[in-house]
């Protein structure tokens, strides 16, 4: 069963790869077919004479700071919800529950009218800043917290060690499984991104990859299907995301492995 259900979720990237060595003809023709009648790279070669290495770089230094953002941010705003006392912490928590239920299209339009109010619009700083933190990281880091005991910290809070001196050199190496499984969920967001690129940018300077790609999707290259150049950029962008996953996938672990309880 588990068999069957992997190849009803791997079948359809199967199906991209096989189409992006055919020629036009070919994958228009023959669409689900995994063997090309004629392998070719040229949809490949077609796609580096775009703009890919522009959108790739900008993806880069996209993904990059929001995940070491979404890292940092989110476990501090996770321990100040689980360890500091102040008033209104339960409010600010429901709060992060209710904007956990929102769906995200809702958003879209406040999110633009923000950055454009901001003069953060068509710039590095409109598609990043909105992404430096999250509610779900929040939620993930503070239940991580929750369940480490409270105890664990009270030598060094004898020892005259601060707030931020507790969290970052006692709590925080404790939560490796826990900060690995927010910087894959972080990284994979970031670099998946498509609706904050497009309220925030509208230069081809700026573009991402996923931006990028669904200009390629539209047609902007000429008329024809253009599967192969379309799936090859597809196939691209999911190769570091799967590359990745399979390397940490031993660690995405119960995230209070390793916690203690009172």
Do not use: C, H
């Amino acid at each position: 069963m588990l068999v069957l259900l992997a190849l009803v979720y791997i079948y359809p990237f199967i199906v991209s790869l096989a189409n992006s060595f055919k020629t036009d003809t070919d994958a228009a023709n023959n669409p689900v077919s995994l063997v090309p009648q004629t392998f070719t790279t040229a949809a490949y070669q077609r796609l580096f004479e775009t703009d890919l290495p522009l959108w790739l770089g900008n993806t880069v230094v996209v993904t990059v700071i929001v995940t070491a953002g979404r890292v940092l941010f989110d476990s501090m705003a996770g321990y100040a919800l689980s360890r500091l006392p102040f008033k209104g912490r339960n409010v600010v928590f429901a709060a992060l529950i209710a904007v956990m239920a929102v769906p995200p299209v809702v958003l879209l339009i406040p999110k633009f009218l923000v950055i454009k109010e901001l003069g953060m619009y068509d710039s590095y700083s409109g598609m990043i800043i909105p992404m430096l933190a999250d509610a779900a990281g929040v939620f993930i880091m503070r239940n991580f917290f929750e369940s480490v005991s409270p105890s664990i910290e009270e030598a060094a809070k004898i020892d005259g060690a601060g707030v931020f001196r507790r969290f970052w050199s006692v709590v925080l190496p404790m939560s490796r499984s826990a900060l690995i499984t927010l910087f894959i969920l972080s990284f994979q967001a970031s670099w998946n991104e498509l609706p904050q690129m497009i309220i925030s940018t509208q230069s081809p300077d700026l573009f991402t990859l996923t931006k990028g790609t669904a200009q390629l999707a539209s047609g902007a290259l000429s008329a024809g299907s253009q599967f192969p150049i379309k799936l090859a950029a597809a196939t691209l962008m999911t190769i570091p995301v799967a590359v990745l996953f399979f390397i940490f996938q031993r660690r995405i672990m119960n995230t209070t492995a390793g916690a203690t309880k009172e």
